[in-house]
């Protein structure tokens, strides 16, 4: 079946970028998402890109999709403290209405 | 709007017991989902509605877990009886449509069952 892996932690100091990585093994993935979780929240839909763009950026934020290595990236520049937090990535197929989540990267920032 | 409304936020209660979660989603959306998440299993689909119908329910873990959808401003998650491996954070998300904007979470409901 589906799947989307992403590494367990990253630990990064404040002021510098981090870079969160997910693969994704579904092929006709149409939608590809990041969501951000603190702690004793839900998730919170930080950003979306549709499988027909390479890259999208929303003010911090940069995710980058290489489509043929199923490859999805989140950029954050100049990382806060008030980043740290778990960042799940997750994906979302044409037709199919499932959204499949990965585990989770959880991100430290070291002030 | 207030978004997502799940009750209550904490729940502990005894082995054997009936658990019930109840779930407010965002008003016109079409799509409501239940989600269990775990350290050892990540987050798990357990089962979700659309137009208050259940369409898919293959990740409810067994006959103990069952969902209903009554209304569309309304969703119950009931867990009869509980035992201890069920303790999780449960999830409510509603969306519109067909998802491309993604989910609006719940803050969640922490179960424990002792």
């Known amino acids: 079946g589906e799947d989307v892996e992403q590494s367990l932690f990253l630990s990064v100091r404040e002021g510098d970028s981090s870079v969160i990585n997910c693969t994704y093994t579904d092929s006709s993935s149409t939608y590809l998402y990041w969501y951000k979780q603190e702690p004793g929240a839900g998730l919170q839909l930080l950003t979306y890109?549709?499988?027909?763009?390479d890259m999208k950026q929303d003010q911090r934020l940069t995710v980058l999709l290489n489509k043929k290595d199923k490859h999805l990236s989140l950029r954050i520049a100049d990382t806060q403290t008030g980043d740290s937090a778990i960042y799940f990535c997750?994906?979302?197929?044409?037709?199919?209405?499932?959204?499949?989540f990965g585990a989770g990267t959880r991100l430290f920032v070291k002030a | 709007d207030a978004g997502v409304i799940q009750s209550p936020r904490h729940e502990v209660t005894e082995m054997g017991q009936e658990v019930t979660l109840r779930c407010k989603p965002i008003s016109g959306h079409d799509y409501l989902f239940w989600y269990r998440q775990t350290m050892m299993r990540g987050l798990e689909l357990l089962i979700y509605?659309?137009?208050?119908?259940?369409?898919?329910d293959s990740g409810m873990p067994e006959d103990r877990f069952s969902a209903k959808m009554p209304n569309a401003s309304f969703s119950t998650l009931k867990i009869q009886p509980s035992e201890p491996r069920d303790s999780a954070v449960y999830f409510c998300?509603?969306?519109f449509g067909t998802g491309g904007s993604g989910y609006t979470f719940g803050s969640g409901t922490r179960l424990t069952v002792v």
């Open positions: 890109i549709f499988s027909n763009m």
């Open positions: 509605f659309n137009n208050n119908v259940p369409i898919d």
């Open positions: 998300a509603s969306s």
């Open positions: 997750a994906e979302s197929s044409d037709g199919g209405f499932k959204t499949i």
